[in-house]
């Protein structure tokens, strides 16, 4: 770091952080559709990274079809992540109706039949749309920057993604904090069966809980394509560094899943500017490696007694 | 009842079993194979290795490792770099900037023997690695890891980070590695050709040799107290602890002896390939491990080996005439396992076999059953309490 001044570091630091935060947001909504799951109902979603591609393909779709509309080229994203988080929903519905409801009692059994799934998913996705990888219209006022002086350059993108996400954390915390199905949620995560003696349909709380879980992995796709291009394996790239920050996070806490997803997104950025990003990433699951093993409970140990 | 001669299933892999497989693989595969085949059959045995491991770590100790690559690739790289030193002697490689170090050296500028590469020049010291390597990292993993209580999911998350920390190091440092293409080019060992037809035999009877002790060692750790208490604590982790045993030196143990298996493993792909590399390690062929040893049969130590010779050659043959229906096809073998088939291919046998058993088979069996009251049934394990 010695070769430079400290106003440069502070710009680095800028702007090295607002490069995490785009990273931040992906993994964060990714986290928080997986967070709900394993909470929830100890289920390891190996193939969320899909549901976000999913969410990433339909709009695609939106893009090439209502964006090439007049007029509609600037508006279009505002239906696309709706429609995203639609079609992800409505596949993660299916999903468990057709499979993970048989596997609850068998946790890590889910783990290989969603990887499995997962493998079907990325050669639909292939057939459907070929192995090239596929961009979507970025509209006007997304693109540019920001430049508060002159050596920091944000990319408005990112603070559309940031805005989103953070949109869609309140969305999620309202859902389970301040609304009946929130509630009940909750009551099914603390006690299955107690829950179902008061009269909670637990089993359509799972369906509704994991196919939510995916709609938001969907709107994580929309986010994404703003800020790379989705090809059929796209999601099986952030699948290991999502499945950290839970873990880490502290399995059931939201503010765990947040606090969890910053520091990785934004430790692995800063050190991609000094050290290369393979050495960056090497480091922060290291990291996160170690801290677990000290704290396996995450950061913020869930109450929930096992 | 039909403990000994049950052929796929059985509790503790019957003798009988392992005895079918070592004729299939020593006499009928050699016979039916010409050496193309063969030496594919070899290198897919490497990976039964691993799906041995798998059994004895996921099947009996029920832990689940989503980086088991790892150790077949330390115990392949391990080889891999004894014979790179070997064929990068000064003369051959006398063009280099360096003469007399690996090619991908040369090619990264690097003008000297990194100390790590220095002991691979001695094949006692590889061999020692081969075998000792694997084991120690499993034991530094296991050891940090059970010992904190970490277990379930979320061991096998952390394993599965640590083969793709250990996949992207070896890609980011090329220069002492070999990068993405590995470490390539491999001809002689102790200046014997090991690509020549004569050597491949002799290296695909190695590897069944091999293959064929890695299950009797496993078949004896599960068949003594050990193996029991591994169940036990597989299937009530809390009774067994509450019993007065301490549950992480099992788990450590079991786990360094899939890791160990699965290095030799990776050291005969490398002899039986020509090379190893970073492919071998990652996420995707560590679950792959996992594929075979679950089609095959999760309690089935012979059942690993079957799944892991199946699921290769229909990959091979499916992936070459279909190469897009191989990927929904195996997906879809994953998600059925699973679903209707949990015990994998040998529960079929186990609940259909004795049935099918010649009247000699009939004879043992009831010899057997005289002999000794016990009768060790495929017995599937508890199921585990939703939470």
Sequence with gaps: MSGFSTQELLAIFAMQGFAGVSFFSVLLLMALGLAIIYGQMRVINMAHGEFMVIGAYATYLCSITLGALPGMTDYYLFFAIPIAFGSAFLVGYVVEIALIRHLYHRPLDTLLATWGLALIMQQGFRSAFGAREVSVLVPDWLRGSYRPTMMIDIPLNGIAILVLTLLVTLGVWWFLYRSRWGLRVRCTTANRDMSGAVGINTKRVDRVTFALGCGIAGIAGAAFTTISSTGPTSGSLYIVDTFLVVVFGGAGSLVGTIASAFSIAQAQSLMEFFLGSSMAKVLTLLTVIGILLLRPEGLVASKVRR | ?387
């Design chain 2, 1 to 387: 009842m039909n403990r000994l001669f049950s052929f796929f299933q059985d509790r503790h892999a019957g003798l009988g079993s392992i005895l079918l497989l070592a004729i299939v693989l020593m006499v009928v595969m050699p016979l039916v194979f010409d050496i193309y085949r063969l030496n594919l059959a070899g290198r897919y045995l490497t990976y039964a290795f691993v799906a041995l491991g798998l059994v004895l770590c996921w099947g009996y100790g029920g832990i689940l490792s989503l980086g088991q690559g790892i150790f077949f690739g330390i115990g392949g790289y391990a080889m891999a770099m004894f014979l790179k030193i070997e064929a990068s002697d000064p003369e051959s490689t006398s063009i280099q900037t360096t003469p007399g170090i690996p090619d991908f050296m040369d090619w990264n500028r690097i003008t000297e023997l990194p100390w790590f590469w220095v002991p691979f020049n001695s094949l006692t010291f590889t061999i020692i690695a081969v075998l000792v390597l694997p084991a120690a990292f499993a034991f530094l993993i296991g050891f940090a890891m059970f010992k904190r209580r970490v277990s379930g999911v979320y061991f096998a998350i952390i394993t599965q980070a640590l083969a793709v920390v250990l996949t992207i190091l070896i890609i980011g440092q090329q220069g002492y590695t070999g990068g993405i293409n590995g470490i390539t080019d491999l001809r002689t060992l102790m200046g014997w050709d090991i690509r020549d037809d004569s050597a491949r035999y002799l290296l695909y009877y190695l590897n069944a040799v091999l293959l064929i002790g890695c299950l009797l060692i496993g078949r004896w750790v599960l068949n003594c107290k050990y193996g029991r208490i591994l169940t036990a604590l597989r299937d009530k982790e809390e009774r067994v602890r509450f019993s007065g045993y301490d549950v992480a030196n099992f788990k450590v143990f079991i786990f360094c002896l899939a890791a160990f298996i699965s290095g030799i493993g990776g050291a005969m792909f490398t002899l039986q390939v020509g090379f190893m590399s970073p492919s071998f390690i990652g996420i995707v062929p560590s679950i792959e491990f996992v594929i075979f040893a679950a089609v095959g049969g999760r309690l089935s130590l012979v059942g690993g080996v079957y799944g892991a010779l199946l699921v290769s050659f229909a990959k091979t043959m499916f992936a070459e005439a279909y190469p897009q229906l191989w990927q929904f096809l195996i997906g879809a073998v994953f998600i059925l396992v699973v679903l209707v088939l949990p015990y994998g291919l040998a529960s079929i046998y186990g609940r259909f076999g004795h049935r099918m058993r010649t009247p000699f088979e009939r004879w043992l069996g009831d010899r057997k059953a005289r002999s000794s009251a016990s009768s060790g049934g495929f017995q599937e394990p508890l199921q585990e309490k939703r939470p």
